[in-house]
């Protein structure tokens, strides 16, 4: 599982992704598939797919005033989030590809 593949998750399901990285930090990637670092304030001395490869759990939330009626917050493991990753990966609009 990459960034890239929790980006086009957060993206198809409307959701929000976090996780925690080494140093007390956590890694928010939005619904529009957009991941961010808070509290960040120069260059990071971490690789971010790096610090993706050593989480083991991740809290996947509805934003605010979102559609869905799933449960607004709850705590996954990394082989739950890698099922859902790759149920929405296979779930791509018919002519959908991804801009290589």
């Given at each position: 599982?990459?960034?890239?593949?929790?980006?086009?998750?957060?993206?198809?399901?409307?959701?929000?992704?976090?996780?925690?990285?080494?140093?007390?930090?956590?890694?928010v990637?939005?619904?529009?598939?957009?991941?961010?670092?808070?509290g960040l304030?120069?260059?990071?001395?971490?690789?971010?797919?790096?610090?993706?490869?050593?989480?083991?759990?991740?809290?996947?939330?509805?934003?605010?005033?979102g559609?869905?009626?799933?449960?607004?917050?709850?705590?996954v493991?990394?082989?739950?989030?890698?099922s859902?990753?790759?149920?929405?990966?296979?779930?791509?609009?018919?002519?959908?590809?991804?801009?290589?």
């Open positions: 599982m990459t960034l890239a593949d929790l980006r086009k998750l957060s993206i198809r399901r409307d959701l929000r992704i976090r996780f925690p990285l080494n140093g007390g930090m956590e890694c990637i939005d619904e529009h598939g957009i991941a961010q670092v808070p304030r120069s260059i990071p001395k971490f690789n971010l797919e790096d610090e993706l490869a050593a989480a083991r759990q991740f809290i996947v939330e509805s934003p605010a005033g559609s869905r009626k799933a449960a607004p917050r709850r705590t493991g990394r082989q739950e989030l890698e859902m990753a790759a149920a929405a990966g296979s779930a791509a609009a018919p002519g959908e590809h991804d801009d290589e």
